[in-house]
């Protein structure tokens, strides 16, 4: 960074903390301050809009109002809140971490940035934002917000989906920072790639930085940032069967680890090429509790991307034929009568059909 660069930092940080105080968005977790209130916010808002997050956010605190009422609640129930956010290991990250509090810090949240770092689910955003937010410690935050404002004032090159450019991006971010009101800072950063700076048509015009930002001087508001061409997301087409029992429905529980989890599902699998999707079901019942069935009727398809893939699902209401439940893969398993179905914590792939389940 150049001299005459950093000579503007100084009114750089003034305008945007005006602009900041004038134009933020009432949030729950601002009126708070609490460091547990801004971290539940803060482990919600990774990869996850604000609108979706504060209905989250305050049902969360509601169950679990203090780190000791989390570390203390049954799995299931933490994950059942977190239903629908994705990215479970969030929630089970966090509740080891405030285990780990209750156990190891007298159940107060460490005000100390290496002894939070150290904890379950924490990075270096997570520690930056709730050590600069709830502590008012100097710590720059850098995520997919701050990185575009960055790329655009400093005309920065380094592709923003890159991890290998983050230390770049976190120089930047780090020497640019008001350590005087790091909090305020980070949140107007963040804030202003949210509301201002946004990917697609910015609006410049409304811009308390415009004047220090090489983007607008140079018109390059489009080109940058610059991302990195992203693989070919892979596709896979899948059954799921919903297995019927007398009264009963068969779900089953997803390993602690990997994704979603400790979620409960219906049992699932690939369908093999050239394979039927009745023969798919069987086989996969089969293969993965032992089960033998037969697919009864078709319910409905259902799509869904992850992060590094997409799936097809089609859905089938399955008889059970014969056998004892032997689970090869999943860590649980329970005979359910529907109306019990509320109780446990599902994918969002399975919450797409589970409402149109037959009642009898």
Known sequence: MNNERQREYPAFRLSLLKWYAENQRTLPWRSSGKPYHVWVSEVMLQQT???TVIPYYERFLKHFPDVKALADAEQQLVLKLWEGLGYYA??????????TIVREFNGEIPGNYDDFLSLSGVGGYIAAAVQSIAFG???AVVD??????LARLFGIEAPVNDSKFLKEYQAVADALLDSESPGDYNQAMMELGALVCRPQNPLCEDCPVRKHCHAFENQLQKDLPKRKARKKTPHYD???????HGDKLLITRRPQDGLLG????FPNGKIAD???????CQRNIFEKTSLQVKPAAYLTTVKHAFTHFRITVKVYLCDYRDGEVELNGSTDF???????????PFPKVDNKFIPLIPKE
């Open 49 to 51: 809009q604000v609108a």
């Open 90 to 99: 969030r929630a089970r990250n966090f509740q080891k971490a405030a285990q």
């Open 137 to 139: 410690h100097p710590y």
């Open 144 to 149: 997919g917000n701050v990185k575009r404002v």
């Open 238 to 244: 899948m059954v799921s069967c919903v297995i019927r």
């Open 262 to 265: 400790g979620l409960w599902e």
């Open 274 to 280: 050239g394979e039927t999707d009745e023969a798919a």
């Open 334 to 344: 329970r005979w359910i009568p529907l109306t019990e179905i509320g109780d446990f």
